[in-house]
């Protein structure tokens, strides 16, 4: 039994990863654990007022959450991705939105949590304040970040991104085998470096690891490329598309090196929008 994590917040973002969710695993036992954290204490989600015609005002009556809890379960309860071998609990818990993930980790055994992104950059999103990214760099559990309106694609080719400072322990390489189909999959290790740097001896032992633990495991060649380029959200961005990836891999020991890399230009020099999901895998 796979236990899954929907964190929700009723927008139409959260409801595509739930939808999402549904048809990663379709043949699979699945808990999916659909919860709104009420970290403000709401009882009521307030509507705003609509202009009908040229000068009538009318307010909308509030929604309590229990009632929106009760529509968004009537709603995916008759959703044709929902396999009967999928389990729904719909709930509400009312705590600090992280302390309320962690609690849940530990309550129900959660093995991925799966969100939705708002923001115009899954990778920026990581470093810029979102939950998602709070999730990612300060929960310990693998998460799976779904960038608005993206549609489900089975994972066909994976750009996987690391500095080559770590050779990665056995969870790392269990928790991506029990997430990709490995009949299909095509795998290119990314290195993203800064022009005229060459990798350390360390860094080239990692690689031949790395990439010995991937290949015996997918029993796939693997593709390896260094991108030499100032800004590692760039590099990603240009060659996942450059391969057609449909999923990005990232390890959470490296958010300290990707993160400073990120901090080093403005959010203008990083808008562009992305429809990859992003594999946060925790080490």
Request: proline fraction near 3%; charged fraction near 20%.
């Amino acid at each position: 039994m796979i236990n899954i994590l929907l964190p929700t917040d009723f927008s139409e973002t959260s409801k595509n990863a739930i939808i999402y969710a549904t048809k990663l695993y379709p043949n699979k036992p699945c808990n999916f654990f659909i919860v709104f954290i009420n970290s403000n204490g709401l009882q009521y989600f307030q509507k705003p007022v609509h202009l009908l015609g040229t000068n009538l005002l009318v307010e909308k009556s509030s929604i309590s959450v229990d009632e929106m809890l009760l529509e968004l379960e009537t709603d995916l309860k008759t959703l044709p991705t929902l396999h009967k071998n999928h389990q729904l609990s719909v709930f509400q818990i009312k705590n600090t939105f992280l302390n309320s993930i962690r609690n849940l980790i530990n309550t129900h055994k959660i093995d991925l949590i799966l969100m939705g992104t708002k923001g115009a950059s899954t990778l920026k999103e990581l470093f810029m304040g979102s939950s998602t990214g709070d999730v990612i760099t300060k929960v310990e559990c693998n998460v799976l970040a779904i960038p608005n309106k993206v549609s489900f694609k089975r994972f066909t080719t994976v750009v996987f991104a690391t500095d080559l400072t770590l050779d990665y322990p056995d969870k790392i390489y269990e928790n991506l085998k029990n997430f990709l189909d490995s009949k299909e999959i095509d795998i290119h290790l990314l290195h993203v470096s800064y022009p005229n740097k060459t990798l350390t001896n360390k860094q080239n032992l990692n690689k031949a690891a790395i990439i010995d633990r991937l290949s015996n495991l997918f029993n796939k060649t693997v593709n390896f490329s260094t991108v030499y380029h100032k800004n590692v959200e760039d590099a990603i961005r240009i060659f996942s598309q450059s391969v057609h990836a449909n999923l990005i891999v990232m390890v959470s020991k490296n958010y300290g090196f990707f993160q400073k890399q990120f901090l080093d230009t403005t959010v203008e020099e990083v808008g562009f929008e992305t429809k990859i999901p992003l594999l946060s895998l925790q080490s």
